[in-house]
Each structure stands twice: as C-alpha cells, then as structure tokens.
C-alpha cells in the first residue's frame, strides 16, 4: 500500500477516518473500566469471587496473543479489513458475553471478545499513524487519548447506571451499536489499497504464544488458592508454560515471517518502549480490576461514585496524552516519559499508603496522578517507536509496543489476581475458631457483607483490604521498575534502515521524512 493513496488523494477524509477510528478505541476503552465497576454485581449474580480475576485475564490473553498477529498481518494485507473484522468478533463476543448464564461461560466469551479486541487499539494507532505526520501525531494521540478518557468515564458511569436501575447485563450489550457504528464509518470512509504480499504468517508461533501464556496464567492465578505453590500441578504446567514459551522465542529466531521479529528487542529504544508500555499495562490493569471492589467492598461508596472516582484516571490521561505533543517536540520523547514516570511512581505510592482508616479522598487522588503519568509515558512511546520506521514496518512495530502493554495487563491480572486471592484465602481460613463457621468461602466474601452480622461482615472488610493492600504494593513496585527502564531509554530515538527486502517499506519517501523528523 503507497501512504500517499491515503496521505493525499484521501487527506479530505481524515476526519471522518478519525471519527471511525475513535469508535472503535472507544470499544476497547468503555469495555475495561464499564467490567471493573460491575464486578461485585457479576460476582453476586454468578458467584465465584476467586474466578472473577479470569474476567480480565481471559479477555487480556486473547487480545495480547492476537495483537502482533493483527500487526503483521495489517503490514502484508492492509489495516481495513483486519479492523472490522476485529471489530466483528469483538461485537459477537459482547452478545454473547450478555447473556452469559454462570461464570465459565461469562469467561468463555470474554475470550472472544478479546480476540476482537486484538485488533481495535493497535490498528487505530497503526492508521493514525499512517494518516499523520510525526509533528501532528501528538495531537492526534491526546484526541485518540481524550476518547479514550471519555469512554473509560462514561464506562463506570454507565455500569453503575446498569448495575443499579437495570441489570449487569447491560454493560456488554452497550458495546453493540457502537460496534457496528464503528465498522460502518470505516467501510464507508477509510480507503486503501494494500499491494497483497504473498507471504507464510507464523501460525506456529502463535499457537506456541498462546499455550505458553495461558499456562503460565494458569498457574499465577490458581498457586496459592486452588493449588499449593508446591504442588505438582503448579510445578508441572508451570514448567511446561516456560519451556512453550522458549520454543515460541526459538521459532520466532528462525521463522521467515516471524509472529513477533525479534529484532525488536534487539534495538534499544524500542525494547524500552515495549517494557515501559508493559509497566504501563501492568499499574493500569491492577488499579481498574480491584479500585472500584476496594472502594465499594472497604469505603462503602456506590457503584456510581467508585466508577467516577476511577474515571478520574482516564481524564488525567487524556489531558497527558494531549498535552505530551508540545512536550515531546521540546524535550524529547525520552525526557517526557521520564517525567510521566515519576508522576505515575507518586501515583502509585499514594494507593499504597491508603490505610482501612484513610480518607476515601486519597482514591482520585490516586488516580489523577497516575493517570497524568501514564498519558506522558504512552504517549512518547508509541509515537517515538512509530517515528523510526518505515510504512512496511510500523504496524508490527505498533503491535509490538501495544502487544507490550497488554502482555503487562494480562501478567497483572494474573499476578495480581493470585495475591488478592492467595491473602483474602488465608484471611478467611486463619480467622478465630468462634467466627469461622459464621465467615462465607471465599468465592461469596463480596455477598457477606450486605447479608452478615456486623462482626462478620467487618472481619470480611478487613480482609478485603487486606489482599487490595497488597495488590497495590505490587502496583508501586512496578511503578518504581518502569522509572528505571525509562531512564535508559535512550535519549535519541534514531531511524531504523529497513533490514530486509521483505521488510521494505512500499513508500520510501515517507520513511525518508519521517527519519528528519525523529526525535
């Protein structure tokens, strides 16, 4: 596909392009936040409080393992295509994720959706990139953030609004018109023509990926609770995750048509970029899954205000994410990030301060900051790794820099979900003789405490508070790692001469420019 076919005999469009672009980024975005603020209402209706975390760890593992297969395939085949098609699936998944009847089909579907959803942030940013210049790019990012912001309030907004006046329900069939909404704009406006390059994509590969993370999730969210840490199911398909994943790295070594090139990694700004988005996967992830049970299940706020008090994070982003073009341009890609680092870091440290006595006021705080953080590490990031390669590689490079941020996401779900549950088990079990055959499982703490004694339901908020405590010093610890990697990201982000014929971009010219451009 030649950039000029869409940089020019379709600039007039663009705006139209970015209105179907933004509905779909507002998809990906509504989903996450409108789930996290409607847990305890799933959890109520379906029970299983310890399998809730594969709400988010299922969706997260079938999005992270199709994103560099979606890249790949929008750099051979085109973006068009692949992005309604995602959307398709995504749409499906919804439907179906309504009418889910117990919580294994609820997590089945959740699955789906997240194949769909593979394909929704990488490919808009892949476009957007496609249809600007380095310089407009950030302001394009901070109004692809902005909708994001909007969509991540409107999100727990409106699964408060559903929890509380209609059902849970609700906050999956919303995703529907806006789905089809989203597809129709895209077929409607958005014009290329991809030149179609016969090439092998690395199917292998993916399978190899998807086995190798599901098991290592596998293990990080069952160890602790349903299994011992010792025992021979967590020794077993453990080991057998970290060997799956060593072959996916082997193969990607020698495969022509590599799932997810390793000579990504092999350059150093974009090996940071991609570890820096993991970290950003990871805070963000951690806080949108357990915040809003920590605000409802500890401060006792309403469904509607715990959304809010989240909701607080994506406006900070997007106002970041707006703000980091004029910045970047300045100081440079590196330093800007450097800066959100250190705002995402204190972000962190204020969530893993807040005690059971805290003021609630500490929760947006919280938020704000972390949030403002975030938006001025993505941002840079994803702009910065898009500006030092040609057309023919900047879907996979996307990929790889999105495919990072959700891999964090994924291993925080897992991770994060194995402490929450691992503490609130212990609690329970460790609990006084005399209380013990008052305390529900685990899986019902949520529904013990409208349903119990006063005691009781008291004992079950300490140890809520407890696990979500301990979730959030995972959380500061990331922030702290991610500060570190950002810091050796190098100051100069340089071109990146294409490698391969294979690899060659089908418009050279603008690989030329935007290597002028790098900052």
């Known amino acids: 596909m030649n950039t000029d076919v869409i940089t020019a005999a379709h600039r007039s469009e663009r705006g139209l392009v970015l209105a179907g672009l933004l509905l779909a980024i507002g998809l990906s975005a509504m989903d996450g936040s409108i789930v996290a603020t409607a847990v305890p209402s799933v959890v109520a209706a379906l029970g299983g409080v310890t399998q809730f975390p594969w709400l988010f760890s299922a969706y997260l593992l079938a999005s992270t393992v199709t994103i560099p297969l979606y890249g790949k395939l929008?750099?051979?085949?085109?973006?068009?295509?692949?992005?309604?098609?995602?959307?398709?699936?995504?749409?499906?998944?919804?439907?179906?994720?309504?009418?889910?009847?117990?919580?294994?089909?609820?997590?089945?579907?959740?699955?789906?959706?997240?194949?769909?959803?593979?394909?929704?942030?990488?490919?808009?940013?892949?476009?957007?990139?496609?249809?600007?210049?380095?310089?407009?790019?950030?302001?394009?990012?901070?109004?692809?953030?902005?909708?994001?912001?909007?969509?991540?309030?409107?999100?727990?907004?409106?699964?408060?609004?559903?929890?509380?006046?209609?059902?849970?329900?609700?906050?999956?069939?919303?995703?529907?018109?806006?789905?089809?909404?989203?597809?129709?704009?895209?077929?409607?406006?958005?014009?290329?023509?991809?030149?179609?390059?016969?090439?092998?994509?690395?199917?292998?590969?993916?399978?190899?990926?998807v086995t190798g993370l599901g098991a290592v999730m596998l293990v990080l969210l069952e160890a602790g609770s349903a299994w011992g840490w010792s025992d021979a199911r967590t020794v077993g398909i453990g080991a057998c995750g970290v060997l799956v994943i060593g072959a996916f790295v082997?193969?990607?070594?020698?495969?022509?048509?590599?799932?997810?090139?390793?000579?990504?990694?092999?350059?150093?700004?974009?090996?940071?970029?991609?570890?820096?988005?993991?970290?950003?996967?990871?805070?963000?992830?951690?806080?949108?899954?357990?915040?809003?049970?920590?605000?409802?299940?500890?401060?006792?706020?309403?469904?509607?205000?715990?959304?809010?008090?989240?909701?607080?994070?994506?406006?900070?982003?997007?106002?970041?994410?707006?703000?980091?073009?004029?910045?970047?341009?300045?100081?440079?890609?590196?330093?800007?990030?450097?800066?959100?680092?250190?705002?995402?870091?204190?972000?962190?440290?204020?969530?893993?301060?807040?005690?059971?006595?805290?003021?609630?006021?500490?929760?947006?705080?919280?938020?704000?900051?972390?949030?403002?953080?975030?938006?001025?590490?993505?941002?840079?990031?994803?702009?910065?790794?898009?500006?030092?390669?040609?057309?023919?590689?900047r879907g996979v490079v996307t990929g790889a820099v999105a495919f990072g941020q959700s891999l964090g996401g994924t291993v925080s779900a897992a991770l994060m979900g194995s402490v929450f549950n691992t503490s609130l088990v212990r609690w329970i079990t460790s609990a006084p003789v005399s209380l013990r055959p008052l305390l529900p499982t685990p899986d019902h703490a949520v529904e013990a405490l409208r349903n119990s004694a006063t005691h009781v339901a008291s004992y079950v908020r300490q140890g809520l508070y407890l696990a979500v405590h301990r979730v959030d010093l995972g959380i500061f610890a990331a922030a702290a790692v991610g500060l570190g990697i950002v810091f050796l990201t190098p100051r100069k982000f340089e071109h990146i001469p294409t490698a391969s014929r294979a690899e060659a971009p089908l418009d050279r010219a603008e690989g030329a420019r935007e290597a002028s451009s790098a900052v």
């Open 74 to 209: 929008a750099d051979q085949f085109g973006r068009k295509r692949l992005l309604m098609a995602g959307s398709a699936i995504f749409i499906l998944g919804s439907a179906a994720s309504g009418l889910a009847w117990n919580m294994p089909s609820l997590i089945l579907f959740r699955a789906i959706q997240g194949i769909g959803a593979g394909a929704l942030l990488p490919l808009a940013q892949t476009i957007a990139g496609d249809l600007y210049t380095v310089e407009e790019r950030g302001r394009i990012q901070g109004v692809l953030a902005s909708v994001w912001g909007i969509s991540a309030v409107l999100g727990p907004l409106a699964g408060g609004l559903f929890t509380e006046f209609l059902t849970w329900r609700w906050i999956f069939f919303v995703n529907v018109p806006l789905g089809i909404a989203a597809i129709a704009v895209i077929a409607a406006f958005f014009h290329e023509r991809p030149a179609r390059r016969v090439v092998r994509t690395d199917y292998a590969g993916a399978a190899l990926l």
């Open 250 to 393: 082997l193969r990607e070594r020698r495969a022509d048509n590599p799932i997810f090139p390793l000579w990504i990694l092999g350059n150093r700004t974009l090996a940071c970029a991609t570890l820096a988005m993991l970290v950003v996967g990871l805070m963000v992830l951690g806080v949108s899954a357990y915040l809003p049970t920590f605000a409802q299940s500890v401060f006792a706020a309403t469904p509607i205000v715990a959304g809010g008090i989240f909701g607080l994070m994506s406006i900070a982003w997007a106002s970041s994410a707006a703000l980091s073009g004029r910045l970047y341009m300045k100081i440079g890609f590196r330093n800007t990030a450097l800066v959100g680092s250190l705002f995402a870091t204190c972000g962190a440290l204020i969530f893993a301060l807040i005690g059971p006595s805290s003021s609630i006021m500490l929760l947006p705080v919280g938020c704000a900051v972390m949030g403002f953080g975030c938006g001025l590490i993505s941002s840079p990031m994803i702009v910065g790794a898009q500006s030092i390669v040609d057309w023919g590689r």
